[in-house]
């Protein structure tokens, strides 16, 4: 019963915590930047700005609530199964200290608690921005993982909480890899520095997810086309990449995987720039085949499943005719 009414509290509390995303101070500087890009920039007026950014389409469509509905699902699913085990994160990084201790012998002589308050939080951001990319990547191109990203994908408007729109098997999968690049990064500095492991933070929060939420992650889904100079976009995803990531054409939305840097795309050759696809001609949505259910939050749930079940299928008809 404790674990339900924290589930339901989370939506509310998400708003209020400086480490979420949607924290009400990174919405509203969000929304302060795509007024001023959209009047400045693209030469609308400020009434015009102010309905393109908040644009019932957005905001209260059938997507947006569907939207609305998977956010709150998924959080009843990680209080429930996801929340109670985050501390068994720290264990392992502490078993893995020891397990180096046992391999390589004992620990060399702790390091500076400054060179650690600076190191740690850049190796940390680093190991699991990799990380999200290797573990998205796959959610592409593995055919059965795909069906369960697609819930992701068959939002047809964004707004900030589309972040979210996941189905609870992806929620698992992303939380089993942001747990493995906490463990194996924290283990090492565990190792390291005896154990001793500080590091670099505004209101609670990781520096550089501090001022990656500031400088406007929200836009990222949202219909802003806030973009980045060539040279910039090759290092940081800017946030029309990622809205460019969300388009219904499969040449776009099977590129530009990486969360925060876009030097992993560039590297694996998935980047695509944001004057490759003019404003114009983007389309939110799920290229190709969609759901196999219909887009709702019930549709959405079922359908993953649904389409697994098709592929397997059809993977053993295809072996059977050989």
């Known amino acids: 019963m404790e674990l339900f009414k924290e589930a339901v ?5 998400y708003l209020f ?6 924290f009400i101070g990174y919405l509203l500087m969000s929304g302060l930047i795509g007024l001023c890009l959209l009047y400045f920039v693209h030469g609308k007026s400020f009434a015009e700005s102010w309905r393109e950014l908040f644009a019932k389409r957005n905001w209260w469509s059938g997507s947006a609530r569907t939207d609305y509905g998977l956010f709150f699902i998924g959080l009843c699913f990680k209080a429930v199964c996801i929340v109670p085990y985050l501390s068994v994160g720290s264990m392992l990084a502490y078993a893995l200290s020891i397990q180096l201790t046992e391999w390589l012998g004992p620990r060399p002589d702790a390091s500076s ?3 650690v308050a600076f190191c740690y939080p850049v190796v940390l951001f680093l190991v699991k921005d990799f990380f999200v990319f290797v573990t998205h990547y796959y959610l592409h191109r593995n055919r059965y993982l795909w069906e369960f990203h697609k819930v992701h ?3 047809t ?9 996941m189905h609870p098997v992806e929620i698992l999968l992303q939380n089993l890899q942001g747990m493995a690049a906490f463990v194996l990064v924290t283990g090492l500095f565990f190792y390291f520095n005896n154990h001793l492991v500080a590091r670099a933070t505004i209101w609670g929060v990781n520096s550089f997810s501090f001022l990656f939420f500031m400088a406007g992650a929200n836009l990222r889904h949202s219909s802003v086309p806030l ?10 995803m800017s946030p029309y990449q990622h809205q460019i990531h969300h388009s219904d054409e499969a040449r776009f939305c099977h590129s530009n995987f990486g969360s ?3 030097i992993w795309d560039y590297w694996c050759h998935t980047w695509v720039r944001s004057v490759d696809c003019p404003e114009k001609d983007l389309h939110f949505g799920l290229p190709g085949r969609g759901l196999h259910a219909s887009n709702t939050i019930a549709g959405n749930l079922l359908s993953p499943f649904k389409g697994c079940v098709s592929i397997f299928r059809n993977s053993g008809c295809r072996k059977h005719r050989m």
């Open 9 to 13: 509290w989370l939506p509310v509390a």
């Open 17 to 22: 915590d400086p480490a979420r995303r949607v």
């Open 113 to 115: 608690s400054l060179w």
């Open 153 to 155: 994908h068959s939002a």
């Open 157 to 165: 408007a964004m707004n900030p909480f589309t972040l979210y729109r």
């Open 227 to 236: 973009s980045y100079p060539r040279w910039l976009e090759v290092v940081l």
């Open 260 to 262: 925060r840097l876009a």
